[in-house]
C-alpha cells in the first residue's frame, strides 16, 4: 500500500504544549487547523457537511455513545445545521467552543482526549493514525465499503513480500559453513527489508539437530537513524531449508532525517 509506521514521538511536557485556546477565549490558529482536518476526515462523503452517519462515526472515535434520535435533535437545536440537516463547520466548531466552555466538564482537557482519539499529540502533531483517500470506480451500481478489520500481517502477504525481495531485490551469497546461506535485500524510499535463505536441500540436512535448520544472527545496530520492527536491531532467527524469512524492516527513526542502515551477517554455532 506505500503505507509505514514509525515510533511514536513523546509528547512534550504539559508545560510546552500547544495551545488550544488563546488569550481572547477563541481557538489558536493551531487547534482550528487540527479541529477541521477532523472534520473533513469525519466527512466520510466529502460533500463539506457532517451528516448523522458521518456524526456516528465521530462519536465512535472519541468513545462516545451512537448518535441516537434525542442527541441529533439536541444538535439540531443548538448547533448550526445545513438546509439538508447536516452539522455545518461552524457547528462542529461550536460543538467543541461548547465542550471547553463547560462548568460540568474538564474544559480543555475534554478537548485534548477528543484530539488524543484522533491521533494526535499534546505538540498537535498526528502520531498515531495515518489518513488516506481512495476512489472506486464502478457501473451500474452503487457500491458500499465497509472495514473488515486491521491484521497483523499473514502468511500471503508474507509470501507477496518475499515474492517482491526475489525479484526485484539484490542478493547475496553468505561465506558459511553451512553453505547455501543467502542474504537478500530489497530497497524502497521508505523501507529496506532484510530477508535470508536456505538453499540447502532439506534431504540432505535430515541428520542435523534442529530439523536441519541453520540460525543466523542479522545485527543492525551500527545502523543510524533506523528502527525495525523487531524489538531490536539485532536479531537472531531459524531459517529452515529451502525457506526465505524477513529479518528486518528498517525504517527511519526520524522520518525527516535520511536513514543509513548497515548490518552484519553472522551463522550461529550450535
Known amino acids: 500500500s506505500g503505507c509505514f509506521f514509525h ?28 479541529l477541521d482536518e477532523i472534520f473533513c ?15 456516528n462515526y465521530y462519536q465512535a472515535v472519541v468513545g462516545d455513545e451512537e448518535c441516537d434520535d434525542d442527541t441529533w435533535g439536541i444538535m439540531k437545536e443548538n448547533f448550526e445545521m445545513t438546509t439538508e440537516e447536516k452539522l455545518s463547520r461552524k457547528g462542529f466548531f461550536d460543538l467543541h467552543m461548547e465542550t471547553v466552555k463547560d462548568e460540568q466538564g474538564n474544559g480543555v482537557e475534554d478537548l485534548w482526549e477528543t484530539l ?3 491521533g494526535y499529540n499534546r505538540n498537535l502533531e498526528l502520531v ?24 497483523t500481517i499473514g502468511a ?22 553451512p553453505p547455501g546461506i543467502v542474504f537478500h535485500k530489497l ?20 541428520g542435523q539437530k534442529g530439523g536441519g535448520g541453520v540460525t543466523v544472527c ?11 520492527h523487531q524489538k531490536n536491531l539485532s536479531h537472531t ?3 529452515l531449508p529451502q525457506q526465505t524469512k524477513i529479518v528486518h524492516h528498517l525504517l527511519p527513526g526520524n522520518p525527516k532525517k535520511s536513514a543509513k542502515p548497515k548490518w552484519t551477517v553472522t551463522v550461529v554455532k550450535k
Open 7 to 34: 515510533c511514536e514521538r513523546q509528547p512534550p511536557p504539559s508545560d510546552k504544549a500547544k495551545q488550544l485556546i488563546s488569550d481572547d477565549g477563541q481557538f489558536t490558529l493551531d487547534c482550528r487547523k487540527v
Open 41 to 55: 476526515r469525519a466527512d466520510l462523503d466529502g460533500d463539506g457537511k457532517m451528516s448523522r452517519i458521518d456524526f
Open 116 to 118: 488524543k482519539a484522533f
Open 128 to 151: 498515531n493514525a495515518c489518513c488516506f483517500d481512495f476512489d472506486v470506480y464502478c457501473e451500474d451500481l452503487r457500491p458500499e465499503l465497509e472495514v473488515s478489520g486491521f491484521e
Open 156 to 177: 500471503r502477504e508474507e509470501s507477496a513480500i518475499i515474492e517482491a525481495i526475489h525479484r526485484h531485490g539484490s542478493s547475496a551469497q553468505v561465506k558459511s559453513n
Open 187 to 206: 530497497e524502497i524510499q521508505t523501507r529496506t527489508t532484510l530477508a535470508i535463505e536456505y538453499k540447502t536441500v532439506r534431504s540432505l540436512v535430515l
Open 218 to 228: 542479522v545485527d543492525c545496530s551500527g545502523s543510524a537513524n533506523c528502527i525495525s
Open 237 to 239: 532467527t531459524l531459517v
